[in-house]
């Protein structure tokens, strides 16, 4: 039953074009053809990655952090109550009006006491502006050391500057070791990214970011065994072009410098709006839609790797629409944040803080600093 899973699973037919077989791309005179098998490091290397990013965070984000100043906000926790704790970890964080003036019953507490308290059990699970800070920082140095090696390794070949070369001699196209390392990196990289998923910050886009890696993590297995790697390496370094621009503007988001995260936020919008939404379909989508139909029959593997296409379109548009929609209020002067992210609540909408004294602390906070003016923290 297994073996004819397998066998049926890897027939000629669904991953490769009509008349070509696997026996095509066996490695000979020298010449060597990508394989699945090659795939197989990618995971170990992911908890490798996991591993140095353990102690990147250790030794050199937090070291960044506490130079560029990033500052934690105090948060007042709530106080220890069994029966609040109990709704609060089986029946939902946001309790309903009734499930407040039934708690208050339970607990001896009045109703505004049980807002108050969920509020701040709320933002005792929300992530530290340090975690995210070394997240950020993460993320940033391998995108920008991964668009620098995946240009070294993509502008001197000739589909590069003509993208009709990226299907010449297809299938049949032998690898070079900057390739495979190129592959094997990235690949590793985005298991380990949904590996630590449930563990990094989560924002209101957790869903579309699983999809999106899983997606990611499908087009780079299938266009490596299926010898599409010359389009990959194109796709890849297109998405790294802008990803860095995003982390580095949080980084500097979290550190307070607010104009200096506009400015890098401005660029990034463009640089994502010229890539995603007019390189990638115009000229990468149209590369491999329409040029290999002029070779060989549509066949499985080339509907498959399209419609993976489709899907990280559709996304790139999806978050396209947010980044937009920030750049408009930062233009017209409103409140620009992460459309993504959670604000953290504060105490301001109960009366706590006629309590604590004026100033900036009866100020709205995002991401734990006083909302000022029109400078304001756009992207978490």
Not at 38 to 60: H, N
Not at 220 to 235: P, V
Not at 302 to 321: D, E, P, R
């Given at each position: 039953?297994?073996?004819?899973?397998?066998?049926?699973?890897?027939?000629?037919?669904?991953?490769?074009?009509?008349?070509?077989?696997?026996?095509?791309?066996?490695?000979?005179?020298?010449?060597?053809?990508?394989?699945?098998?090659?795939?197989?490091?990618?995971?170990?290397?992911?908890?490798?990655?996991?591993?140095?990013?353990?102690?990147?965070?250790?030794?050199?984000?937090?070291?960044?952090?506490?130079?560029?100043?990033?500052?934690?906000?105090?948060?007042?926790?709530?106080?220890?109550?069994?029966?609040?704790?109990?709704?609060?970890?089986?029946?939902?964080?946001?309790?309903?009006?009734?499930?407040?003036?039934?708690?208050?019953?339970?607990?001896?507490?009045?109703?505004?006491?049980?807002?108050?308290?969920?509020?701040?059990?709320?933002?005792?699970?929300?992530?530290?502006?340090?975690?995210?800070?070394?997240?950020?920082?993460?993320?940033?140095?391998?995108?920008?050391?991964?668009?620098?090696?995946?240009?070294?390794?993509?502008?001197?070949?000739?589909?590069?500057?003509?993208?009709?070369?990226?299907?010449?001699?297809?299938?049949?196209?032998?690898?070079?070791?900057?390739?495979?390392?190129?592959?094997?990196?990235?690949?590793?990289?985005?298991?380990?990214?949904?590996?630590?998923?449930?563990?990094?910050?989560?924002?209101?886009?957790?869903?579309?970011?699983?999809?999106?890696?899983?997606?990611?993590?499908?087009?780079?297995?299938?266009?490596?065994?299926?010898?599409?790697?010359?389009?990959?390496?194109?796709?890849?370094?297109?998405?790294?072009?802008?990803?860095?621009?995003?982390?580095?503007?949080?980084?500097?988001?979290?550190?307070?410098?607010?104009?200096?995260?506009?400015?890098?936020?401005?660029?990034?919008?463009?640089?994502?709006?010229?890539?995603?939404?007019?390189?990638?379909?115009?000229?990468?989508?149209?590369?491999?839609?329409?040029?290999?139909?002029?070779?060989?029959?549509?066949?499985?593997g080339y509907y498959f790797f399209n419609s993976m296409m489709g899907v990280l379109q559709l996304l790139h548009i999806f978050w396209a629409y947010l980044i937009l929609r920030m750049a408009h209020k930062f233009i017209t002067g409103k409140l620009v944040e992460d459309e993504r992210s959670d604000r953290e609540e504060t105490e301001s909408s109960e009366g706590e803080e006629a309590a604590t004294g004026g100033g900036a602390k009866n100020r709205p906070l995002a991401n734990g600093h006083p909302i000022l003016n029109n400078n304001h923290r756009k992207n978490d």
């Amino acid at each position: 039953m297994l073996r004819t899973l397998y066998d049926y699973f890897w027939w000629e037919r669904l991953w490769l074009p009509v008349n070509l077989t696997w026996a095509d791309l066996e490695d000979r005179d020298g010449r060597v053809y990508a394989k699945a098998s090659d795939l197989y490091i990618t995971l170990p290397l992911a908890l490798l990655f996991l591993i140095i990013r353990y102690f990147f965070e250790l030794y050199v984000a937090t070291p960044l952090a506490a130079l560029l100043n990033v500052k934690e906000k105090t948060r007042l926790r709530a106080p220890p109550n069994a029966t609040l704790e109990h709704f609060y970890l089986t029946s939902g964080k946001q309790p309903k009006q009734v499930e407040v003036e039934l708690l208050s019953r339970q607990s001896g507490l009045s109703g505004r006491q049980v807002e108050r308290w969920f509020r701040r059990r709320r933002n005792q699970d929300r992530p530290s502006l340090l975690k995210k800070f070394r997240e950020a920082s993460w993320r940033f140095t391998f995108y920008l050391i991964a668009f620098i090696a995946g240009m070294a390794v993509i502008v001197d070949k000739p589909w590069f500057y003509d993208m009709k070369k990226v299907w010449e001699g297809y299938p049949v196209q032998s690898t070079v070791p900057s390739q495979y390392w190129y592959y094997m990196i990235e690949l590793s990289f985005y298991w380990s990214l949904l590996f630590s998923i449930a563990s990094d910050v989560k924002r209101k886009d957790f869903k579309e970011q699983i999809i999106h890696h899983v997606a990611t993590i499908i087009l780079i297995s299938f266009s490596w065994f299926a010898n599409y790697i010359r389009a990959g390496t194109l796709i890849m370094a297109l998405h790294d072009s802008s990803d860095y621009l995003l982390e580095s503007a949080k980084m500097f988001n979290y550190a307070g410098w607010k104009n200096t995260c506009n400015n890098i936020f401005i660029v990034f919008a463009i640089v994502f709006i010229i890539t995603r939404l007019v390189i990638l379909p115009f000229w990468i989508l149209h590369c491999t839609l329409v040029y290999p139909l002029e070779l060989y029959p549509a066949f499985f593997g080339y509907y498959f790797f399209n419609s993976m296409m489709g899907v990280l379109q559709l996304l790139h548009i999806f978050w396209a629409y947010l980044i937009l929609r920030m750049a408009h209020k930062f233009i017209t002067g409103k409140l620009v944040e992460d459309e993504r992210s959670d604000r953290e609540e504060t105490e301001s909408s109960e009366g706590e803080e006629a309590a604590t004294g004026g100033g900036a602390k009866n100020r709205p906070l995002a991401n734990g600093h006083p909302i000022l003016n029109n400078n304001h923290r756009k992207n978490d």
